[in-house]
């Protein structure tokens, strides 16, 4: 098993250490597409899936969730959080187990979702309907001083519900002079770059797992779909995700960092646990 290149009390204390009032931010990989977001004392985790969940639903059928990276902190011990994300309503981008120490750890709860999902969100994590923060493709909100705004992702299609409300959601995060976009689970489709290029993201994160349908789950972007929509978007500096999590839904970090050097994409390949630092990067 991959084990983090830091994890539980030593990630704790970097990110203790690196709470630093400077103007910069610090991005740390979770695993699977969770990210911690450090920013002026205020830290938002995007889409965490921090859990065995998976694993012990799917261990007596025919598609086992085996786990390939360790645990890289407990939830619990995030007590710290200002703002949680989930893009959409797949148990690794909302999972009751990690969002709800997680809530519990941090109140009041600021928690955005897709507006969307908003019922399937509340009965999932036993909470009142009203206390998450719904989004749509197009809207912005403020929380917490940083400013989310939706874009409409495809897993493997732009699904809407009846409303025409996105059912999968990137956010681009603003805050001070920065624009991260997390995309959450998509591949590309017609006038997505076009319309991420407008926000001026400098630190794209993207899913590089690929999709094939003998994995019977819906797909995400390759390597090398996620260089090339890093670099139509006009992103500074792209992070991958979405690998090294489960067995059957995994790919080699390598082929995006080839496409990324033939294009003249600026990236990173982080481990599980490890700190992305913009004022250290140059950025």
Known sequence: MIRPLQSHEALLADIRASDRRDGN????WLGQSGFLLQWQGIHVLLDPYLSDSL????????????????LVVDPAELSFVDVVTSSH??????????LGPILKGNPPPKLVIGESNRKFVADRLGIDS????????????EVAGIRFSGVASAHE??????????RFLGYVVRFGEWVVYHSGDTIRYPGMAEKLRAFGVQVALLPINGRAPERRVP???????????????????????????????TASPDEFVAECGRLGQSCRVLRCGEKWDNGAAGE
Request: aromatic share 8%.
């Open 157 to 166: 299609t732009v699904e809407r519900d009846q409303q025409g409300r996105a």
């Open 130 to 141: 009203s206390i998450p923060l719904g989004l749509d493709d197009g809207a912005t909100i």
């Open 89 to 98: 309503n797949h148990t690794d981008h909302l999972d009751g187990e990690t």
């Open 219 to 249: 797909g995400n972007l390759s390597g090398a779909e996620a260089a090339q929509l890093a670099k139509d978007m006009g992103a500074r500096m792209v992070i991958p995700c979405h690998f090294e999590m489960f067995e059957f839904n």
């Open 25 to 28: 931010f610090r991005l740390w």
């Open 55 to 70: 694993t012990k639903k799917y261990s007596q059928t025919d598609k086992p969730h085996v786990r390939m990276t360790e």
